[in-house]
């Protein structure tokens, strides 16, 4: 597609509208072809490149406007519109799902036109503090190390705290932080909040209610209204019609946020969409695209406080609820057997009872760990799931060759070598399956690094309260979860500190951090 602006030299002014027309460089037809539903599209260049990624409510209206004549376009539009030779799309059911789409598309391919989404502020989270005595849901930018339940990460917290306007009318949460209210608040009385101040609502209750709302942040959006319809007909059998309004309610505000101008996980996405899914299939020689992507890596400092991270990508998304990380037991600087202690514990009876089985493994790594990993996958008796590495140098994609997986395809046509019990496969670059790959392997980075540095920091500033009598494992980890840091409790006043530990402890307390208080 070219865009093109007709002679005109006088920089100084605006060109009339007229100046300006399009030449279309693919068939015409494709435009015509694009769904009145919503979803993500994507710009491509003429190498096949993704450029910009956007969301929209109708795709149709959305991506046409970018080559009607009578708009004027701003600079970086007519820059972007110059470079499009193709365009793409991917419908979901609602809006919300083109947010979270569009966010996890954008992380992973990083068009360079989506500058207005990578700028220098960090993602958003939603922070449900489920286990609190007055649980709330807000929204942060950092999520921290602190019991509470975080979906995210959203590029867009505008487009977020809108979302919750909604939900919350269907959801009523509190957001209330500090001091609790006397008496309930406005948010109450427009019910949007359960109003726990004066006993309104039971915790218990409250706490199912959260329950739900974090079920529609999975994605399990139809699964629910099933089940809160359910609920209605029976509560109205036992003649609990106080109940069963309730519950009608709900329904009613659940089945209009489809009809809401707002943008929860790719639940029922079409997979053949997603080139990058649909290529690791093909690579792999799987009859469909892996649902369940399971990220390992292997974090340390010269062998201390050694973590392995395990992320979940669901249907090529990020699935934080199923994030896990593993304190490794085996000691010492060997990212093989750590690897390979990893995963034994991952294909433990008791973890795959309770997490299921991926589609597929990704370790970070080349042949040496990836040869660790599938020692402890076949230990396990689970051959039949494949797992491949990436190496960081050149991005290789590193297969186990094994005869119980499927009869790879293709591997010749993508430079594949075959030394030894291995595939090397080097795409190039700037493929989406090399793309996807990549962002698998750098979010289970990420996650074993943060957990890594929990570890050293509490191991830093627990040796100072270690040698303080009567001061044991948990109260040392009651004081650093309310302070946050030993400098943070050497500035509390000794009130703060009794209300924690109580007056004896405190007292102890006192005479040895002493010296460091102010």
């Known amino acids: 597609m070219l865009y093109r602006r007709n002679a005109y030299r006088d920089l100084d002014r605006t060109p009339p509208i007229a100046s300006y027309t399009i030449t279309m460089a693919f068939d015409t037809e494709k435009l015509k072809q694009l769904p009145a539903e919503p979803g993500v599209y994507l710009y491509k260049d003429s190498a096949g490149k993704i450029i910009y990624v956007g969301k929209a409510a109708i795709l149709k209206n959305r991506v046409r406007q970018y080559f009607q004549k009578s708009r ?28 979270f789409l569009e966010a996890e598309l954008i992380r992973r391919y990083k068009p360079r036109y989506n500058i207005l989404l990578r700028d220098d502020k960090s993602s958003g989270f939603i922070r449900v503090d489920y286990n609190s005595p007055h649980p709330t849901v807000t929204v942060t ?141 093909d690579l792999l020689g ?64 008791k973890n795959v009872k309770q997490w299921g089985l991926p589609d597929l493994f ?32 050149e991005e290789e994609i590193v297969i186990h060759n094994e ?28 493929s989406h399956t090399v793309k996807l790959l990549q962002r698998i392997r750098d979010e289970s980075h990420r996650f074993a690094v943060s957990y890594h540095t929990v570890l050293k920091r509490q191991r830093q500033t627990a040796g100072f309260l270690d040698d303080i009598p009567t001061i044991g494992p948990a109260t040392r980890k009651k004081l650093l979860r309310t302070f946050g840091s030993v400098k943070k409790l050497t500035e509390a006043s000794q009130p703060e500190i009794e209300k924690v530990v109580g007056i004896k402890k405190t007292a102890i307390l006192i005479q040895y951090i002493g010296p460091e208080r102010k």
């Open 362 to 393: 990704l370790i970070d790594g080349g042949k040496g760990q990836l040869s660790a990993a599938v020692a402890a996958r076949n230990a396990a008796n689970k051959q039949h799931i494949p797992m491949i590495g990436l190496a960081k140098r």
């Open 141 to 281: 930018r950092r999520p921290l190390d602190d019991g509470a339940k975080y979906f995210g990460p959203y590029f867009s917290v505008f487009s977020v705290k809108k979302a919750l306007l909604y939900l919350r009318r269907a959801f009523p949460y509190s957001t209330h932080t500090g001091n609790m209210p006397r008496r309930a608040c406005l948010q109450y009385h427009l019910g949007l909040c359960p109003g726990l101040e004066e006993g309104k609502t039971s915790l218990q209750d409250y706490r199912e209610n959260l329950r739900k709302l974090m079920d529609y942040f999975k994605g399990n959006r139809k699964v629910l209204i099933k089940q809160v319809e359910k609920d209605m007909y029976t509560a109205a059998k036992r003649s609990q019609f106080e109940e069963a309004a309730k519950l009608r309610k709900q329904l009613f505000a659940l089945r209009g946020l489809t009809k809401q101008i707002v943008f929860s996980d790719t639940e029922f996405m079409d997979l053949s969409k997603d080139e990058g899914m649909a290529g690791l299939a």
């Open 403 to 430: 005869e119980s997986l499927a009869e790879y395809r293709g591997l010749d046509n993508h430079g594949g070598q075959k030394p030894g019990d291995f595939t090397l496969v080097l795409l190039p670059k700037s």
């Open 72 to 99: 004027t376009p701003d600079a970086k539009t007519e820059a972007l519109v110059v470079e499009i030779s193709d365009v793409d799309w991917i419908t979901v059911d609602t809006e919300l799902d083109a947010l």
């Open 286 to 349: 799987l009859a469909t695209p892996p649902r369940r992507i399971e990220g390992y890596d292997i974090s340390h400092m010269s062998g201390t406080d050694t973590t392995a991270s395990m992320v979940v990508f669901t249907n090529g998304m990020p699935n934080k609820a199923e994030y896990r990380k593993f304190k490794m037991r085996i000691p010492g600087n060997d990212d093989f057997a750590h690897m390979n202690e990893a995963i034994t514990r991952r294909l433990s009876e």
